[in-house]
């Protein structure tokens, strides 16, 4: 799968957790500044595991970038 992250258009953020036994955080970073072009921030969030989209600090940060990016006063 990594050659395929070269087609993503998209900006991207990229949450990751520390302790992520599925898919260890270093590898997820380094194959996403190697293959994804439209990389905008990386974020490592320690003591998390998998499933990230269910922490609060990180539902937090998708709601601040979604603001910044749109010009939400809310969500």
Known sequence: MD????EVKADTYLLVGEKDLL?????????ARKYIKTLKMVKVYPE???G??????AMY???HVMKSIY????L
């Open 23 to 31: 898919f260890p955080y270093q590898r997820s970073i380094d194959n």
């Open 48 to 50: 998390v595991g998998h």
């Open 71 to 74: 010009g939400l006063r809310r």
């Open 61 to 63: 940060t998708i709601g």
């Open 3 to 6: 050659a395929q992250l070269a």
């Open 52 to 57: 990230i989209e269910t922490y609060g600090e």
